[in-house]
Structures are given as C-alpha cells and as structure tokens.
C-alpha cells in the first residue's frame, strides 16, 4: 500500500509554453500532498503544501503565479508550471499523506522536466 | 524553525561493511524522524522511521538511533550490498504539526563490491 504516481515521468518543452504534472495516490485518501523541487546532487526544497479542497500554501520565494497548483480530490494534485523557461527545468517530486497518519509522506517517482 | 545537519555527504564502503550516517536536529519538538532511500532518477523511498518515544528501532540489515538529549539519530546498515548504494536523506518533523519535514542535506552511499 502507500503508493504515489507521477505522471510524466519526463516531459520536454518548448520555452514559454506551459506543463501539467499529476500526482496520485493510487491506493489511500492523501488530504495533503507536498511539491518539491530537487536539483542534481542536491536535497529536497520544499515548494508548497497542497490541501484537498483549499488553496495551496507555498514556501516563500516561490511564485504562486509561475506554479499553479490543484489538489482537487482526495487523490490527485497537479502542478502547473505555467510559461517555462530553462531555468524552470528540474526534477519536480510529489508526496503525499494518508488522512489516518499523516506524519508519513510517500513519495511518487518524480518528474523530469526540461524546458528548451 | 528546525534545522536538520546530516554527515557525512559521501561514504564509500566496501561490500559487507557497514555504513552510518548521522544526523542532528536543532527542534527539541521534533519527534517523528524518517529516512529515505533516493535511487538515481527516482523518487525518495521511505526505508526507516522512528518515533520520539523509542531510542532503537530495526528491520533486518537496517536500524536506526535516536538521542533525544543530544538531538541526534543515525541509519545504520549492516552487510551492505552494492544495491544499498543511493541517496540517503534523514528528516525530522513534529507529530500532529505541520506534517512539513526538514531534509538533511543528503549522503550518497557507495558499496564498492
């Protein structure tokens, strides 16, 4: 149990058209589910905070208009990476937390993102 | 907020040694710590957590310390197989907070067979 899908996994664009990313919880409710951002050889950052039903919290510095993000259900968030730009290309990684233990985060595989 | 320090960033072991990676928290109300395996390309993979109200916890080649007074756990792995080698992320949080883990800054393991 506990599983989290991404999907793409990889995704190639052009500069200044815009991504979507899903992310599922495909066998338990997650009333939150986390965006991170990860560069090469480097930890996770935290990019905001996704909650069922309500608009998300985003960590500061990061651009609520540049990432759009949706947590429609109980088992799907999708983020948005709106007009992209090479600097935009990174590995971008969802978790989420089951509603009956929410320490617990699980994460999907991750999505590979390049913006040319 | 919590600060998380993780050592060392890079530890290259020979196949059946055993590794140790250490982290401090600076939080005293932190009490949830888990650890993470990061394969290259993929998502982190939770392998190991601990709760505050232990000191020692273990699943097979693995195992993981905590200190609460001196505010420090360590991932511990025996027998190491070039397989263990990844990325290894400790985090701490607080129990019923924010559900917002701080991430060590990461060691990558290397198991020379």
Redesign the interface.
Known sequence: GAV?S?HPSWVICKSGTSVKIECRSLDFQAT?M?WYRQFP????M?MA?SNEGSKATYEQGVEKDKFLINHASLTLSTLTVTSAHPEDSSFY?C?A?RTSS?????????T?LTVL | GENVEQHPSTLSVQEGDSAVIKCTYSDSASN?F?W?KQEL??????II?IRSNVGEKKDQRIAVTLNKTAKHFSLHITETQPEDSAVY?CAA?I??G????T????T?LIVHP
């Open positions: 989290v991404q939150t986390f050889k480097k930890s996770l935290l905070t990684i978790s937390s929410y320490n617990e985060q699980f994460f999907g595989p991750g590979r | 949830y888990p993470y390309g993929k998502g982190p993979q939770l957590d992320f949080l129990s019923g924010s559900y917002i883990p991430f060590g800054r990461g990558s």
